[in-house]
């Protein structure tokens, strides 16, 4: 099988010693807990593996819920999970709610738990909504593995994050700030009230654009929910409510995509500002019709494919969820348990019209 890492990054006629030189690069730049650069997920260093060298077993069920279904970001993350899932002879399957409220995914994780599944990947749509089912899941056997937005740490095993939030959100606001000269008014259009991986993100937003661009304001944040046609309208509330505002920020693939769509059609267009997080599919068009310069995000099919990686090797035994245990996540290779059971995947990508090209997701 060919490894998502040639065949959805690396297009083109490479060479295999290129392909091969890129993969180890790509590998260098995207996992900061790996091999000696223990980076920013802890800076762990002691090996404490539990049992490295017990392999996984074949036919491990392992179920993704991601926060909504219909989301393309999270059908390509779980895709990720799927291959990996595949390459280890588990049984993938994914359920989830069709709209990402706070306790949407409790009735999904009950009936996993019912079933016996054997590791549970979610991606919580809110820090404590899910906690009580996650504990019964546990209590079952099942190991449980956040990814992408978390629980409160003692509700599950490991949270493989995407990149260090710090890092997330430094990203958008040095991104909005280049792109405004650093004043004026921003607003931030967020996915919804309660996610976890979104306050964290506006949170640092704020603090770090208060301290390093002291003339740049951000002075409202509104919800999308992750729906389309409300971040849209979100889109326009905030542009008539607020006649001076300079750029958007929105830290949602949903959001962004909805944005762009409206501002492109608009007569803001290419005067206010768009960036936040979004899949370079979503955006190519409005990178290329001039309404979007830059914005960011991680490869969604590796932070999947990591996360199934990690729960399977916490079911095997190879690994706790204790700070410094090291495991292999099959092509992308070695990770470390950072502090309060984190892995992180890398750095955020940015993407603008000189290498959106280079990427298909
Ligand atoms: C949306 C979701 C997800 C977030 C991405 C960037 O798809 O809100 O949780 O990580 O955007």
Redesign the pocket.
């Known amino acids: 099988m060919t490894s998502f890492l040639t065949s959805r990054r690396l297009r083109g006629g490479l060479t295999g010693v290129a392909v091969a030189a890129m993969v180890l690069t790509t590998a260098a730049c995207g996992g900061t807990t790996r091999g000696s650069d223990s980076g920013s997920a802890g800076g762990a260093s002691a090996s404490a593996s539990a049992n490295p060298s017990a392999t996984i077993p074949a036919g491990l069920s392992v179920a993704f819920l991601p ?1 909504q279904l219909n ?1 393309p ?1 999270f059908s390509v993350a779980d895709g990720g999970g799927k291959q990996a899932v595949e390459q280890f002879k588990g049984k993938y399957s994914e359920v989830g709610p069709s709209e990402a409220s706070a306790s949407s995914q409790v009735s999904y994780i009950n009936t996993l738990t019912q079933q016996g599944a054997d590791v549970i990947v979610t ?1 919580a749509n809110d820090p404590n909504a899910i906690c009580s089912a996650l504990d019964q899941a546990r209590s079952g056997g099942a190991k449980v593995v956040t990814f ?2 978390d629980t409160k740490p003692d509700c599950r095993d490991v949270f493989v994050n995407q990149a260090t939030a710090e890092g997330i959100a430094q990203t958008q606001v040095d991104s909005m700030a280049k792109q405004i000269g650093n004043a004026g008014d921003v607003a931030i259009l967020s ?1 919804t009230a309660n ?1 976890t ?2 306050n964290t993100w506006i949170d640092l937003m704020k603090k770090y654009a208060a301290e390093k661009y002291p003339d740049m304001k951000i002075v409202t944040t509104v919800y999308g929910d ?1 729906q389309d046609e409300k971040s849209f309208q979100e889109t326009q509330g905030l542009l008539q409510s607020n006649p001076n505002l300079k750029g958007i920020i929105s ?4 959001g962004i995509a909805a944005a762009a769509r409206y501002l492109s059609g608009s007569a803001y267009k290419g005067k206010v500002a768009l960036t936040g ?1 979004g899949t370079p599919n979503q955006m190519r068009e409005f990178v290329k019709d001039g309404t979007v310069k830059e914005f960011a ?1 991680w490869d969604p099919a590796k932070l999947g494919y990591l996360a199934a990686y990690t729960g399977a090797a916490l079911k095997a035994g190879q690994i706790t969820g204790k700070e410094g245990e090291k495991f292999t996540a099959g092509d992308l290779g070695e990770y470390t348990i950072g502090k309060d059971g984190v892995v992180v995947l890398g750095d955020p990508q940015v993407f603008d019209a000189a290498n959106i090209d280079q990427f298909n997701f």
């Open positions: 926060k989301n970001y991606s992408d937005s996915a996610a991986n979104q992750d830290p949602t693939t949903v997080l995000l």
